[in-house]
């Protein structure tokens, strides 16, 4: 395989960044982005688009769940096992 | 003088919780409740995650003498919690979810991307570009939009940053289909954050 094309490099971004992919296809994919302004600004979103969203979505746990928790698990190991 | 004391290890804490000690139980819990509150908001809603953490934690006391150590503890409690979650997804009425499918790459006749490179860059300036608290709205309305077997892979492997064997573990299936399941996962809220930022076509 040599002749990456944007479309066909996108399919394989995952297993690159795994580095699962075969050293000949892996070679291909860098020659191709390394060449391609679209797929270097595609690879950029690619990758930070995880850690956006994990920031985006790293909550705490609010004091007042948290003490339910702790008096449901309470009153559950006060119960007798079925 | 007061030796400092190294926390106790998960397995440390899980043989004695296992045999009956409360207050390692409670440990565990500490230790893990941010964790698995968190999974949880990522995998259900907030709506939902208190009843998934009660559920996980109510699970994990029951079948802790069954822990056999097999897989890393906090492996295990993750698996607990993803069922969980995953039991309370399917309890719940499925309302259809606008599809993310218009967000994926579009390319041209001969596969070359058909979006300019500052518009196809910009998904990475998110953060940026964007006001924190509206970027955690549509983050979370985004992850919920993914199909379900889309979700859950994306949500252990990216958000948890789980290693993929380990999401394989936890979800059933090999290390091939978890890396496909993240891959269309990040295709789709990469074009969706380009949307969210307001470039995108």
Redesign the interface.
Same mark, same amino acid.
């Given at each position: 395989m040599n002749s990456v094309? @944007?479309?066909?490099g996108?399919?394989l #971004?995952?297993?690159y960044l795994?580095g699962?992919l075969p050293p000949d296809v892996n070679a291909a994919l860098e020659a191709h982005v390394a060449g391609c302004?679209? @797929?270097? +600004? %595609?690879v =950029?979103?690619?990758?930070? /688009?995880?850690r956006? *969203?994990? +920031? +985006? /979505? =790293?909550?705490? *746990?609010p004091p007042e769940?948290?003490a339910? *928790?702790?008096a %449901? #698990?309470r009153a559950?190991?006060r119960r007798p096992p079925q | 003088m007061v030796v400092p004391i190294a926390d106790p290890s998960d397995e440390t804490l899980v043989a004695q919780a296992a045999a009956g000690d409360d207050r390692a139980f409670e440990q565990i819990v500490a230790r893990y409740e941010s964790r698995v509150y968190r999974l949880a908001c990522r995998l259900t809603s907030d709506t939902d995650a208190p009843d998934v953490l009660q559920e996980t934690f109510l699970q994990v006391y029951r079948k802790l003498p069954t822990f056999r150590g097999e897989s890393r503890f906090g492996t295990w409690i993750f698996r607990v919690a993803t069922n969980a979650a995953l039991m309370l997804r399917r309890s719940r009425a499925r309302r259809p979810a606008e599809s993310l499918d218009a967000f994926m790459p579009r390319f041209d006749e001969c596969g070359v991307h058909a979006e300019l490179p500052s518009q196809l860059q910009v998904a990475s300036r998110a953060d940026e570009l964007l006001d924190r608290q509206i970027l955690a709205d549509k983050a979370r309305a985004g992850i919920a939009r993914l199909p379900d077997l889309y979700r859950d892979a994306f949500v252990l492997r990216d958000l948890e940053e789980m290693s993929t064997a380990d999401v394989a573990d936890v979800l059933g299936v090999d290390a091939a289909t978890v890396r496909q399941r993240v891959h269309r996962a990040r295709l789709m809220l990469r074009g969706y954050l380009s949307e969210v930022v307001g470039v995108r076509r």
């Open positions: 094309v @944007c479309s066909s996108v399919e #971004l995952m297993d795994e699962v302004e679209r @797929c270097t +600004a %595609f =950029a979103s690619y990758r930070e /688009t995880p956006i *969203l994990r +920031a +985006a /979505t =790293a909550i705490e *746990l769940i948290q339910s *928790l702790h %449901f #698990l559950q190991r | -």
